[in-house]
């Protein structure tokens, strides 16, 4: 048991490591997926910004006619210094001597589009022209959405920038302007962006991490029921050999009595064995009879027979068949005249109930009963009050019987209430316990109709 214990602690003690690293990780996966998206974001609307600069330029800047031939070329003028010596350089009284030629050269078609790329650039340095940024916004966007971004930016141009841009903006250094700018564009709705490109992502996270916990709690209380089982298995034995080993030493003790000391001559001693044993043996019958109605009940409930039932006649013939045996009165105040039910299913409600009462509460037995609006319902109160409220939730469970001290001085297999609480769902009700140490213990059960 104990060997038992701890290896479901152990794996218990596992799986909370495992679910813990599989919670972890998916933070981690979920963190690194934004940054890796959000960089590739950046890179490619920070390459689109170029392009969309390149192309306003292209747009508003004359290029030489003979780039756009069918053999592209471009005519320089080269002014060329034939000896650099240096003094010749740094003294301007020293005259210099150049010379200078035009050259025509062929453009390759793979490079032509840098080349007016370039030109462009050149050419709009050279005339300090400006950058209107609500075109250059349309270019942009055209861009945008040739990478597939479809998100709007806003986009700002920033005179003699102090900084330059840093990695998590996208902007843009231009010398061409009029004076150094930066061209800086801005997300209109960055949530947005953050939304649709995390969102799948954090949601199948999301959604696996509630199964790691759900399944760690699903298992822990597996392995809870399991280990209440183990002991419960233990005390039900133990119950029944106890209950075994009384009526088998009566039954021993009469037989012996009868073979060996002359009992079985004597037609009155044998008169009064004989019915000891079957007392015994009725008694024995109803025990094992118990057992398996409940193992029989347990995988089909018998249907009820539902009919006309006269209630306070019923708890009344209950309460005279307990009253000459019981020391403790039992009282009945029963508001309700005729229901609808089962009646034989009820008595054995009922009988578990008073039977528990008798064995286990105080010196009182109330049974109340009363109509609701669209049912009725009956309490079955002593006032022991003495089941532990750890042990609450599971007194309906069978095998279960609470731990306290007196456990082995009242005879029981834990089935009582088990088998009450099956009835009474087979009869459409329900049913609830309430218990204040060293006041009452309350069983209520409530049958509602739901039309
Ligand atoms: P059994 O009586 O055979 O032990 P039950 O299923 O009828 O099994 O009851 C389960 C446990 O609930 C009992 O062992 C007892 O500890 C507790 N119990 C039930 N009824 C009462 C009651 N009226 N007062 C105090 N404890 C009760």
New binding site residues.
Partial sequence: MTQMKRRLRLLFLAATLAAFGIILSQFYWVYYNYSVSKTNFINTANYALQKSIDAYQLGHNKLPTSLDYKDPSLTVFMRTIPSQDSLAFDTPSVKRRFSAEFMTVAVDTNSLEQIRGLIARLVSQEKHSEINADTLTIFFHEALLKNGITDKFRITISPNPKHPPSKEEIAELVYFHRSPVLIRAELLKPNQFILRHNLLSALISCLLILLCAGSLFYMWRIIRSQMRLDSMKTDFINNVTHELRTPITILKASTEAMISFGAGEDPESLRRYLETNSTVLDGMNDNVERILDFSKWENKAPAPNIEPVDLPRLVFGIVGRFAPAATTPIKYRIGVEEVMTDANMLETILS?LLD??L???GPEIQIDAASLKNGWYMTIS?N?G??PPQSLPY?FDKF???Q?GD?HEVK???????QVRQLVTGLGGSITVK?VTGKD?VFTITFTSHE
């Fill in positions: 578990n528990n009462g064995k286990y509460g002593d022991g003495n089941i007194i279960y019987r609470a306290t456990l029981g297999y834990g089935l009582g209430l088990a218990s213990t």
